[in-house]
């Protein structure tokens, strides 16, 4: 990781103190008619230097854009001007981001953060946003036609406390951390690679795993169910976090699909290239509950990962089965393309009989119809506890991330009703399939449906491109808006 820190000496002059390349955050006033430099500590003689060119490039001032000013043979070679937007912490982030992405490859760019409305949140946004942008995922090392990159930030913010630099640093390496766990191809990432690589990092919190005979004993038919047709077995992941003299205690869960065929009803070759990545919610409560450890916030946390590989074989499970889930509730099979719910159900089964939280959360790559409703950027969100609601949008707001609340029809639950078992795991048209499927998860929350939230974030999971601090791949979506969440309670 980009190594980012704050100036050896916060109190000197940023140009002189800070030879090579230099960083001033640039932002357009209301009502004004150009860009400004958002700097009081710029020298007299470049602020003349920086208007002309800032009005030579037509700089706007927009989040993230970038253009670099050239003096050569000067103490301070480099001067990029970064737009900040609107100074909040999201255009911050977008700037850190687009100061990592940019052609400068010196070995450190020093940021001039002084003038910073909020100078700890630019901070915190900037750091977060450098670390994600430099993401990438390789299973080879770099060659040397990748040339030099950058490798450090200097960030001169007089005042502010290394716990903003901390806080950025622990948040982008667990979304980070949940990144790779998604973009691991599904050959190596098993159900038990996926355990391992957790227990590995698993640190002050208590870690439980259910193998396939444990399953079974303990009467978790769905998981192993949708697991069936693998030779490489389900397994339940519990982790828990439990703070002395927590305020809070959050239960998450998360779908664990390691890889997905479809099962019988399998996916035409395009819909399965990805599929890989239909664990992302299942890596998003690990990477939030282990950073909620590693930040020491008073909230207990536990995360459960319902984990599978829906695989097609002899053993495979098949339309028309019934299932008797963990908690006894029972599910006719209409679809083995809908196994994300059927693990799901008994995960929160066991939450519901085992905790009584304040909070139930699950997230999941569910439906593709989610991206039909909201696009590639935007999660649904699904609650009937309209502060929850609230919370969890204005977390995601802050985090970078985006959430829009759909609603639970009562009049649509009859879709999901089956005539010989308790529900079906699939309708019988398309229509409203993200509210269905968020509707048959309910069943499951029993007495706890008016503290559960589930978040279907099938499409923000992944990139197709790299775009401001998300890089190509899988995006780690959830990390950082549970552990703002988390922090707000």
């Known amino acids: 990781m980009l190594d980012i820190a704050f100036t050896a000496g916060p109190d000197e002059p940023i140009i002189g103190a800070a030879p090579g390349v230099v960083a001033f955050p640039v932002s357009k006033p209301e009502g004004s008619a150009s860009a400004a430099v958002v700097a009081t500590s710029l020298p007299d003689d470049l602020r003349a230097e920086a208007e002309a060119f800032l009005a030579q490039v037509a700089h706007s001032g927009k989040a993230g854009e970038v253009h670099i000013l050239h003096r050569p043979l000067q103490e301070t070679s480099k001067v990029l001007f970064v737009g900040i937007g609107e100074g909040d912490e999201a255009g911050w982030r977008s700037a850190g981001a687009a100061v990592t992405r940019s052609s400068v490859k010196e070995t450190s760019v020093t940021i001039e953060i002084t003038s910073a409305r909020e100078p700890a949140a630019a901070v915190r946004g900037f750091a977060e946003g450098a670390w994600l942008a430099e993401y990438k995922f390789r299973l080879v090392e770099p060659g040397p036609d990748d040339g030099p990159k950058l490798t450090g930030l200097r960030l001169h913010a007089p005042g502010v406390d290394q716990r903003?630099?901390?806080?950025?640093?622990?948040?982008?390496?667990?979304?980070?951390?949940?990144?790779?766990?998604?973009?691991?191809?599904?050959?190596?990432?098993?159900?038990?690679?996926?355990?391992?690589?957790?227990?590995?990092?698993?640190?002050?919190?208590?870690?439980?795993?259910?193998?396939?005979?444990?399953?079974?004993?303990?009467?978790?038919?769905?998981?192993?169910?949708?697991?069936?047709?693998?030779?490489?077995?389900?397994?339940?992941?519990?982790?828990?976090?439990?703070?002395?003299?927590?305020?809070?205690?959050?239960?998450?869960?998360?779908k664990?699909?390691?890889?997905?065929?479809?099962?019988?009803?399998?996916?035409?070759?395009?819909?399965?290239?990805?599929?890989?990545?239909?664990?992302?919610?299942?890596?998003?409560?690990?990477?939030?509950?282990?950073?909620?450890?590693?930040?020491?916030?008073?909230?207990?946390?536990?995360?459960?990962?319902?984990?599978?590989?829906?695989?097609?074989?002899?053993?495979?499970?098949?339309?028309?089965?019934?299932?008797?889930?963990?908690?006894?509730?029972?599910?006719?099979?209409?679809?083995?393309?809908?196994?994300?719910?059927?693990?799901?159900?008994?995960?929160?089964?066991?939450?519901?009989?085992?905790?009584?939280?304040?909070?139930?959360?699950?997230?999941?790559?569910l439906t593709g119809a989610s991206r039909v409703a909201l696009g590639k950027r935007i999660a649904a969100l699904f609650s009937e506890d309209d502060a929850l609601v609230k919370a969890l949008s204005e977390a995601a707001k802050a985090a970078g991330e985006s959430v829009w609340q759909l609603p639970l029809p009562g009049d649509y639950r009859a879709a999901v009703v089956s005539e010989i078992a308790d529900l079906y795991n699939s309708t019988e048209v398309s229509a409203a399939g993200t509210i269905t499927a968020a509707l048959y998860l309910r069943e499951f929350t029993g007495e706890q449906h008016d503290r559960w939230a589930h978040i279907d974030m099938s499409s923000p999971s992944w990139a197709d491109s790299a775009n401001g601090e998300l890089a190509k791949g899988a995006t780690g979506w959830g990390v950082r808006t549970l552990v703002r969440w988390f922090e707000s309670l």
Do not use: C
């Open 164 to 254: 903003a630099i901390d806080t950025a640093r622990i948040v982008a390496t667990h979304t980070r951390f949940a990144r790779d766990l998604t973009n691991m191809p599904s050959g190596v990432k098993t159900p038990e690679w996926f355990v391992d690589q957790v227990t590995e990092r698993g640190g002050r919190i208590e870690i439980k795993v259910w193998d396939p005979a444990e399953l079974a004993a303990d009467g978790f038919n769905g998981i192993l169910a949708v697991g069936s047709g693998s030779s490489r077995g389900p397994r339940l992941l519990r982790l828990d976090y439990a703070p002395e003299g927590a305020t809070r205690h959050v239960v998450l869960v998360g």
């Open 256 to 365: 664990g699909i390691t890889f997905d065929t479809g099962g019988i009803d399998i996916k035409p070759a395009d819909a399965m290239a990805l599929m890989r990545k239909d664990m992302g919610g299942g890596a998003a409560v690990v990477g939030a509950t282990l950073a909620a450890a590693e930040l020491e916030l008073p909230v207990r946390v536990t995360a459960l990962v319902a984990l599978a590989e829906n695989l097609v074989s002899g053993t495979s499970w098949r339309q028309g089965d019934v299932i008797k889930h963990y908690g006894g509730l029972t599910t006719e099979v209409r679809s083995t393309d809908a196994e994300g719910r059927v693990v799901l159900g008994d995960a929160l089964a066991y939450a519901v009989e085992t905790y009584d939280p304040d909070y139930l959360i699950d997230l999941a790559t």
